[in-house]
């Protein structure tokens, strides 16, 4: 069974910082993983995901992940956060099947 | 492309009550998916359709809940007798399957209040 642990529940961080988001997974196939971001009273919506190919995945709004296999992490990064990157974060794996897991989340909080 | 809809975005309801929610997928995408959130948590899997057909469901899923998607398209989530515990976010989701994995895309939730 697969599974995901996001290590740190809360996040907070000033504007144009740097920031990183750990995602740690188990799973006894291959994988994909995927990072979803939430805003308040909203879905989710998908940031970026790894399917195959290069270890590095760019996405939307700046992000990026890094798959690294023999560390099983799939750490979301930013360079440079905004306040509008306030949200909830939440790394999700699933494999051949269908059965998508999440983690629990993480509140990345932006103050001036 | 409208993305997934669901409907009603919000409802409160008293306890014992039955709901239900309506989810419009993805209209190119064959595979339709159903996940509950409590605050703070992550989603969790209920059940998942392939077209018409529902291949999975999870233990989550009790007797009181049943989904549907009779044409392949729409699906409904009902919940029957309503407790309090099943008060939660629907989030539906559809994903168009291939070989390298799915990429699920998601409602924006139906929030469900049982008082």
């Known amino acids: 069974a697969q599974s995901v642990t996001q290590l740190d529940s809360q996040v907070p961080v000033f504007e144009e910082a740097p920031v990183e988001l750990r995602c740690n997974y188990s799973?006894?196939?291959?994988?994909?993983l995927f990072w979803y971001v939430q805003y308040p009273n909203q879905g989710l919506q998908l940031l970026l995901k790894?399917?195959?190919?290069?270890?590095l995945v760019k996405g939307i709004n700046g992000f990026e992940a890094e798959f690294n296999k023999s560390q099983t992490s799939f750490h979301l990064r930013k360079p440079s956060v905004h306040i509008s990157d306030t949200a909830e974060y939440f790394c999700?794996?699933?494999?051949?099947?269908?059965?998508?897991?999440f983690g629990a989340g993480t509140r990345l909080t932006v103050k001036p | 492309d409208t993305g997934v809809s669901q409907n009603p975005r919000h409802k409160i309801t008293k306890r014992g009550q039955n709901v239900t929610f309506r989810c419009d997928p993805i209209?190119?995408?064959?595979?339709l998916y159903w996940y509950r959130q409590t605050l703070g948590q992550g989603p969790e899997f209920l059940t998942y359709?392939?077209?018409?057909?529902?291949?999975?469901k999870s233990r989550l899923l009790s007797d009181r809940f049943s989904a549907e998607r009779p044409k392949g398209s729409f699906s409904t989530l009902e919940i029957q007798r309503t407790e309090q515990g099943d008060s939660a976010m629907y989030l539906c989701?559809?994903?168009?399957?291939?070989?390298?994995?799915?990429?699920?895309?998601f409602g924006e939730g139906s929030w469900l209040t049982v008082v």
């Open positions: 799973s006894s196939v291959s994988v994909y």
């Open positions: 209209s190119e995408h064959n595979r």
């Open positions: 359709f392939q077209n018409e057909a529902q291949l999975e």
């Open positions: 999700a794996v699933s494999d051949h099947s269908n059965d998508m897991r």
């Open positions: 989701a559809s994903s168009y399957s291939t070989r390298r994995g799915n990429t699920i895309y």
């Open positions: 790894y399917l195959s190919g290069s270890t």
